[in-house]
């Protein structure tokens, strides 16, 4: 008896230790970074694993610095607008692909999923080309236009998913009331998918907001980047003199905002990368 | 998943306006009929609605992916797109007084190898990982909300952040990983991690891994929690060991997700950018085939043969992808 | 208000027949019923008159005018849909509103049309609540309303009724004959329950595997069925179907043996496939009238049920077949008696091998069974 509650507790123990682990390992990194971002310059190259003297002095230089915060403003100014884009261009196609049945349709599925897996590399001389004939180079504008091509298909596909599971007898009372469409779509079915595009716009925005090989090729000037690039091109004099402190003040400011919207919905987010994945 | 789309037509066809989705006509009858108003004005609306975005993968996608196979077949450079010249197959491999072109590079090859182990090792281990990390959500216990609000922050960190962070720690000299494994005892001078090539690819998978298992780990979780109860309780009552349980239940009923997720990850890996150029830049070590493509393309500005890396790049991913559907529509198919 | 007619109307789903050769007439005013068991079509039928699904081939008219091609409004049908689907996010008020609004109606005659509607319904001191605070009656009640506000021609209602519970389902069920009397409007009725088909109907449709079994009032179904299909679909508990030899019988009716009951003359005619062979005799369960019985002869009872205000034996034929006696309550017999079984030949109804019914020896004296019944 003793024996199998010793190995109850024994056993209890070593769960917890496993969450421990895997919370401590999750989470380190970036606790990590914060505690470096606090420190003092001259405290900057002695490991500790907590801020003895909170110093925002990093914060500071790099909130003064007025090409960062160009770049958060173009981080925001393209995220924004690249889940506007695509939720407009999602769900109208999400009801056509959800709801309508036509001859083409799984062909047009199977076009969304397949740019779905483009390598990035795979359209950059093409795009490349594509931005400076529409004198989009170096601008927001060519982010926001090259950013649809990850974020429109798993929007359409994500947003399908949910449309489907809307009752067909809703659409057609629709119908019978003498709804278009156009009218079913805005007026019944988007006020019922608030959800869905709060979940697809929420992976859409942090897929704009953490790209980076676009954002490199396409812009040019300090002024226009995104906050990856300004974060990856921060540099000090050679490799070696990486100013650590301001890289990592950099990039809290940037995770924050990430990590408290994942914390505040991560039920959606879980939802809308199973419902991309799962059952697509 | 495109497999599935094709199967669940026909079920679904009854139930909606006009279901009966065929244009075809049918034989007899003095007024033969397409379908009601409203369904031709559905469908109508469907191709009108699906045009803003077939215009936009259009223009983004499918007209650029053209333009990098047509130059990957020529001579064009950054700064003059449009005086590109035809050349033929001689970015891929041309004989001139010896082998040249892609296919006879040897860093080509080193970033082909490079980008497969990267991609194997580093998806294995966060099949693996991801297993255990679902394992544990699944539990119930006090504060799991907040475990699983932890376990999604490493996906949430942008890639070049989680990088940076890592390139910190990995520090050779101020790094706190070297410091730790100096404190125990591990090793007894200092690693650089990302400048050693027998180290880098190393330190890239460990980043990789970190931010990559909690995708996978949710996606089994998913499918973790759809799991029957009764099965469990049935083998607690027979008492088969948890071990087995695992392996000969649960294992099982979870491999579709798995396997769905791993495919997702995979595909992320073999196209894997940001995280390398961060961490170790263009070093021969890690280079990939995008790396390789993207120093082609733009710091060497030789279009045309970046294209033709880019082509292949291309190329390989369609073929891990058709191969992909093509055994989800056998798998589906054997088992309707 | 508004006629219907069908005329051979037709649906394919690719190549499976889900309606087959429907003719119909319906008169205005008229309230009539589809009932029959599920998958028999009863459902598309309604959906092709609503315009939801096409007609494959044939004519829809209402009014004379062919609509086969026009949408829903356009025909000015109203439907109530099984599950309701009210529209979740919009208040009671909005609910009944958006058709109105839809038809551009002006401000001032959609208020008057929502609060006339909601007000016919007892639905006025609800109209800013959202469907999801209202109770299963009330929605269904919102669900006729939005249907009935438009003032279409046509009212079209899909198994209403399925997903409310029994009490509520016979008050609801009265409610719509008495909205159906107070609007006069052609109403269409989907169901599978034959007790609100007849209940409700004027006149029922009972339709098998895509055609048309048999049309007529309720009491014209229950009392000359014109097959066993329907004989045995109208009426609780079932119609019993017992396997008889008959033979001609004189210059009228047929002469048939049933095992245990004996010999009994009916007034029916046998046509050239049923003379000598076996046919189908039916009996419903309040036709058959039980008598104790002496000795071996007769029926064993299996069971009892006692109901209240009326019990019901199960008996089984000397060959297994199962039947069952409708008595008055409590039942003079129990469960391991034997009795023996009379019915009254008028009552009884013969149907051919491939289940029709023989039609009786004489009309006119088939008319003056049915009234004196």
């Known amino acids: 008896m003793s024996l199998r509650m010793l190995k109850s507790i024994l056993l209890k123990i070593g769960f917890w230790a496993l969450v421990a682990v895997l919370v401590l390992y999750a989470v380190f990194p970036f606790y990590y970074a914060v505690v470096t971002s606090l420190k003092p310059s001259s405290e900057l190259f002695e490991v500790s694993y907590w801020v003895d003297s909170i110093d925002f002095f990093n914060y500071a230089a790099v909130l003064s610095q007025p090409t960062f915060l160009a770049a958060i403003r173009n981080s925001v100014l393209v995220a924004v607008s690249v889940v506007i884009i695509a939720l407009l261009l999602g769900l109208t196609a999400a009801w056509a692909l959800g709801r309508v049945r036509f001859r083409g349709r799984t062909m047009v599925m199977m076009i969304v999923l397949g740019v779905s897996m483009f390598p990035q590399v795979a359209v950059l001389s093409g795009l490349f080309e594509v931005i400076r004939t529409l004198d989009l180079y170096n601008s927001p504008g060519g982010l926001i236009l090259s950013y649809t091509i990850f974020t429109l298909p798993f929007t359409v596909w994500i947003l399908t998913t949910f449309m489907r599971q809307l009752p067909d007898e809703l659409e057609e009372a629709a119908i019978v009331d003498g709804a278009s469409p156009w009218i079913t779509l805005t007026k019944v079915f988007m006020p019922l998918l608030w959800p869905a595009m709060v979940t697809t716009g929420l992976l859409a925005f942090i897929a704009a907001w953490n790209e980076f090989l676009f954002a490199l090729t396409f812009t040019l000037t300090d002024t226009q980047r995104t906050v990856p690039v300004a974060i990856a091109l921060i540099s000090g004099g050679s490799q070696y003199e990486l100013p650590w402190g301001p890289i990592m003040a950099a990039s809290v400011i940037v995770t924050v905002p990430l990590v408290v919207l994942v914390v505040i919905f991560q039920r959606r987010i879980v939802s809308g990368l199973t419902a991309g994945a799962v059952k697509g | ?336 | 208000m508004a006629s219907v007619t069908l005329e051979k109307v037709n649906k394919r789903f690719g190549s499976t027949r889900v309606i087959e050769d429907v003719s119909l007439d319906i008169s205005d005013g008229e309230f009539v019923v589809f009932v029959g068991p599920s998958g028999c079509g009863k459902s598309t039928l309604l959906r092709l008159i609503a315009g939801l699904e096409s007609i494959t081939h044939g004519d829809l008219m209402i009014d004379d005018t062919r609509v086969n091609n026009m949408t829903p409004p356009e025909r000015g049908i109203g439907m109530v849909f099984q599950s309701y689907a009210l529209y979740p996010h919009m208040s009671v008020y909005d609910n009944i509103a958006f058709g109105l609004k839809l038809a551009k109606s002006d401000r001032q005659t959609v208020d008057e049309r929502v609060r006339q509607t909601a007000k016919i319904l007892q639905l006025d001191g609800l109209l800013d609540r959202l469907p999801k605070a209202l109770s299963g009656g009330q929605r269904q009640r919102v669900a006729i309303g939005r249907a009935m506000a438009r003032e279409p021609r046509i009212l079209l209602f899909d198994e209403p009724l399925s997903n409310l519970d029994a009490a509520l389902r016979v008050q609801t069920r009265n409610e719509i004959a008495h909205l159906h009397e107070r609007l006069g409007a052609t109403m269409i009725y989907v169901t599978h329950d034959q007790v609100e088909a007849m209940t409700l109907a004027d006149r029922i449709v009972v339709l098998n595997e895509g055609h048309v079994e048999q049309t007529g009032s309720p009491r014209e179904l229950y009392e000359r069925p014109g097959s066993r299909f329907v004989a045995g679909f109208i009426g609780s508990p079932k119609m019993n179907f017992l396997t008889v030899k008959a033979r001609r019988e004189g210059g009228a009716g047929c002469r048939i043996s049933v095992p245990g009951m004996g010999e009994h003359v009916l007034s029916r005619q046998l046509n050239s496939d049923s003379e000598g062979g076996a046919v189908t005799l039916g009996v419903r369960p309040e036709h058959l009238k039980p008598v104790a019985a002496t000795g071996a002869v007769g029926f064993n009872i299996l069971n009892v049920e006692y109901l209240g205000s009326e019990a019901y034996l199960y008996l089984e034929t000397p060959d297994g077949e199962p039947l069952v006696c409708r008595t008055e309550a409590p039942s003079a017999f129990a469960r391991g008696e034997r009795v023996t079984l009379d019915f009254a030949p008028h009552q009884a109804h013969l149907f051919d091998h491939e289940g029709r019914a023989l039609p009786p020896v004489d009309a006119s004296e088939a008319r003056v069974s049915a009234t004196m019944s």
């Open chain 2, 1 to 336: 998943m495109a497999a599935q789309e094709s199967n669940d037509a026909p079920s679904e066809n009854a139930r909606y306006p006009g279901g009966n989705g065929s244009s075809r006509p049918s034989a007899e009858g003095p007024h033969r009929e397409r379908g009601t108003r409203v369904r031709r004005q559905r469908v109508r609306a469907a191709w009108l609605f699906l045009t803003p975005m077939l215009i936009g993968l259009a223009v983004v996608a499918g007209w650029p992916l053209m333009r990098t196979f047509w130059f990957s077949l020529t001579d064009a450079s950054l700064s003059s797109l449009g005086g590109a010249q035809f050349i033929g197959f001689e970015n891929y491999l041309v004989f001139d007084n010896g082998w040249y072109g892609i296919l006879a590079d040897p860093l080509w090859w080193q970033s082909v190898w490079n980008t497969l182990y990267f991609t194997l090792i580093s998806v294995s281990l966060e099949a693996v990982l991801g297993v255990i990390v679902a394992m544990v959500l699944n539990a119930r216990f006090r504060g799991r909300t907040l475990v699983r609000a932890a376990m999604l922050i490493p996906w949430a960190i942008p890639t070049v952040v989680s990088a940076k962070i890592w390139a910190w720690m990995l520090n050779d000299q101020f790094g706190i990983i070297n410091h730790m494994l100096l404190g125990v005892g591990l090793i007894d001078t200092p690693l650089s991690w990302t400048a050693d090539a027998s180290l880098s690819m190393w330190a890239v998978i460990m980043v990789d891994v970190w931010k990559a298992t909690p995708f996978v780990a949710l996606l089994v979780l998913a499918a973790l929690q759809m799991l029957p109860s009764d099965c469990y309780e049935a083998a607690r009552v027979d008492g088969i060991s948890p071990v087995k349980v695992f392996f000969r239940v649960t294992l099982p009923l979870i491999t579709p997700a798995l396997l769905v997720a791993v495919i997702f990850r995979a595909l992320d890996a073999l196209r894997v950018f940001d995280v390398i150029y961060v961490l170790t830049s263009n070093a021969a070590s890690t280079m990939t085939m995008s790396i390789y493509a993207r120093q082609q393309l733009v710091e060497f500005q030789d279009v045309g043969y970046g294209s033709a890396a880019s082509t292949l790049l291309f190329m390989i991913i369609a073929l891990v992808t058709v191969v992909y559907l093509y055994l989800g529509r056998h798998r589906l198919g054997g088992g309707k």
